[in-house]
C-alpha cells in the first residue's frame, strides 16, 4: 500500500505510547508500562532540572536502555547536547576506566554499583577528576555507602532520584551529606503523602500520617511524568491507582522538617513479636560491620514470634563468623529486639538485571550457601 510523503515533521500526539518500559518484577512478573511522549518529555526535563546538568554534560550510561535510568540519561543528554558514552558490558573496574577516559562528569547509578566501584582495588588508579555530578535511584542506599560515595568522589552535586518506572520522579534529595538516606521532598510536577499501610489495598486513601508514623507513600497521578495505566493487567490498575493517587508500595515516614525517608516495602516490613522492623535499618547496621560485603534481611514464619529476622550475608571472607558479625551488630546501637536470630552465608544475593534486591527469592530459597 501507497501513502504520501509527509510534508515536513509531524507532530505526534503527545499522549501516544512511544516506548514501554517493564518493572523489576521484585515482588512478582513484571508488568508493562506505556509511556506517553509527554510523559518522557517531562521527565527528560526533569533528570536535567534535578540533577543540575550542564549543556554538554559527558555522561556514562551503565543501566541498561530497557531501564528507566538507562532512558533518563540518553533523553537528559540529548536536551543538553551532551555526550552519551554507553557501556555495554558493566564492572566496577570498567566504571572506572571509562570515566578517566572520557572524562566523564555524571554518573547515575542504582546503590549497587556505587557500593561495588567504592570497593574496588582499582579506585585509586583513576584519575576521576572529571566526575562532579553523581545520582542513584532505584533503591534506597544506606548512609555508609552515602559516606563512602561523598569521600572516595567529592562529587558537586550528589542526588537520591526517588521515583519508579510509573512516574519518574517522586522526591529529589540533594543535600545526602547534612541527611545521609534521606528521600527529601516532592521533585517538579509531584505531590506526595504518606497514608496509613494497606497491604491488601482494601481501604480508600484518606488520612495523612503525621511525621515520623511510617505509612506507605503514595504520589499524584497528575504529575506530567506519570504513565495512564499498565498493559493489560486491570487487576495491577485497580491495586495502585486510586482516586487518583499511585500506591507505591513503599514505606516511608515525613521528618520534623517535611522531608522523606524510604524505610522499606509494605510487603517486606517484619512484625516481629509485635514490634515492627524494617529490613533497610537492620541492613543498614549489618553493612558497617568489617566482615559483611552485602547483606539482605527478611522474615521468616515463627511459631513464637510471628516473624524473626534472619540476614542472608555475603562474607568479605571465608574465615568470618556467625558470631563475629552478631557482634559487631550489636556494637552498631541496633536495637536488640532488631538483631537477627539466624544468619545464612551465602555466595551472592539475589538480584535483577537492574540490581535491584530479590528478597522473594531468599523466601523461596533460591540461593546458594556457602
Known amino acids: 500500500m ?3 510523503p509527509v510534508a515536513g515533521p509531524a507532530a505526534p500526539d503527545d499522549a501516544a505510547t512511544c516506548l514501554m518500559l517493564y518493572t523489576s518484577g521484585t515482588t512478582g512478573r513484571p508488568k508493562g508500562v506505556p509511556r506517553s511522549h509527554r510523559a518522557e518529555l ?10 543540575l546538568y550542564r549543556m554538554g554534560e559527558s555522561s556514562l550510561c551503565v543501566m541498561p536502555m530497557f531501564h528507566t535510568m538507562g532512558v533518563r540519561k540518553m533523553l537528559a ?9 554507553c557501556m555495554p558490558d558493566y564492572s566496577p573496574e570498567g566504571v572506572l576506566r571509562q570515566v578517566a577516559a572520557e572524562r566523564v562528569s555524571s554518573l547515575f547509578l542504582v546503590p549497587t554499583m556505587f557500593h561495588d566501584i567504592v570497593r574496588d582495588p582499582a579506585l585509586s588508579r583513576h584519575d576521576l577528576g572529571s566526575l562532579s555530578r553523581l545520582g542513584y535511584a532505584g533503591m534506597a542506599m544506606t548512609p555508609v555507602l552515602v559516606e563512602h560515595c561523598l569521600e572516595r568522589f567529592r562529587p558537586d552535586v550528589f542526588i537520591n532520584h526517588y521515583g519508579s518506572s510509573e512516574i519518574y520522579t517522586f522526591t529529589i534529595c540533594d543535600h545526602l551529606r547534612e541527611k545521609p538516606g534521606c528521600a527529601g521532598r516532592a521533585g517538579l510536577n509531584q505531590v506526595i503523602r504518606v497514608v496509613p499501610a ?12 503525621p511525621p515520623g508514623e511510617p505509612g506507605e507513600i503514595v504520589a499524584s497521578m497528575a504529575s506530567p511524568e506519570a504513565f495512564a495505566r499498565y498493559w493489560k493487567r486491570p487487576d495491577a490498575d485497580a491495586k495502585a491507582i486510586q482516586n487518583a493517587w499511585y500506591r507505591t508500595g513503599d514505606l516511608g515516614q515525613f521528618d520534623r522538617d517535611g522531608e522523606l525517608y524510604v524505610v522499606g516495602r509494605v510487603d517486606d516490613m517484619i512484625i516481629s513479636g509485635g514490634e515492627n522492623i524494617f529490613p533497610e ?3 543498614d547496621a549489618l553493612a558497617r560491620c568489617a566482615g559483611v560485603a552485602s547483606v539482605a534481611v527478611i522474615g521468616v514464619p515463627d511459631e513464637r514470634l510471628g516473624s524473626r529476622v534472619v540476614a542472608f550475608v555475603e562474607p568479605v571472607s571465608p574465615q568470618v563468623t556467625r558470631e563475629q558479625i552478631d557482634t559487631a551488630c550489636l556494637k552498631t546501637g541496633l536495637a536488640r529486639f532488631k538483631r537477627p536470630r539466624d544468619y545464612v552465608f551465602v555466595k551472592a544475593i539475589p538480584r535483577s538485571a537492574s540490581g535491584k534486591l530479590l528478597r522473594r527469592k531468599l523466601r523461596i530459597g533460591e540461593f546458594e550457601r556457602i
Request: proline fraction near 3%; hydrophobic fraction near 35%.
Open 77 to 85: 543528554s540529548a536536551l543538553v547536547n551532551g555526550k552519551l558514552v
Open 2 to 4: 501507497e501513502e504520501r
Open 42 to 51: 517531562a521527565a527528560g526535563v526533569s533528570q536535567v532540572a534535578h540533577h
Open 198 to 209: 494497606d497491604p491488601g489495598r482494601r481501604h480508600e486513601i484518606e488520612t495523612d500520617l
Open 281 to 283: 535499618e537492620v541492613e
